[in-house]
């Protein structure tokens, strides 16, 4: 069985308490925040998902300035990666969960699930998030 951690930025707590019920539907107790992450816990995992909230344009939260910087020079060979996110459509319709955008960009090279979500429903300019079309796909 593949060992899953989940790994979030979080400022307000939204993005942690989402990063416990993806946790929980997973079935893993692993979770921790990307201010924690280091070359150990990467090898460590066979999964990594990934979260993070977005601020002001398109930025990274916090906790995961250095830990982008940590996945970029890491070996992801042979491991699976998922991200999710958190962002305001309605007052940041241009840089839309742009923060995912930018961790994408650093594990990219591995094998990154769940591509293709789609976004109807979201009202939004312009999303980093969004797989194919950084920055300029509209909805």
């Not at 990063?19 to 921790?32: M, R």
């Not at 998922?82 to 090279?109: E, H, R």
Request: aromatic content about 8%; proline content about 2%; hydrophobic content about 40%.
């Amino acid at each position: 069985m593949s060992r899953i951690a989940v790994i979030y930025g979080s400022t307000t707590g939204t993005c942690e308490t989402i990063a416990g019920t993806i946790a929980g539907k997973l079935g893993t107790s692993d979770i921790f925040s990307a201010a924690d992450l280091d070359d150990a816990k990467i090898a460590a995992y066979d999964v990594l998902v990934l979260g993070s909230s977005t601020w002001g344009d398109g930025e990274l939260q916090d906790d995961w300035f250095d830990a982008v910087e940590v996945l970029k020079n890491a070996d992801l060979s042979g491991k699976k990666v998922a991200l999710f996110g958190c962002g305001d459509s309605a007052s940041y319709p241009d840089t839309f969960c742009g923060a995912i955008g930018v961790i994408y960009q650093a594990v990219k090279n591995a094998t990154v699930i769940g591509k293709g979500v789609p976004t109807d429903g979201y009202s939004f300019n312009a999303s980093e998030a969004v797989n194919d079309c950084p920055g300029r796909h509209s909805h």
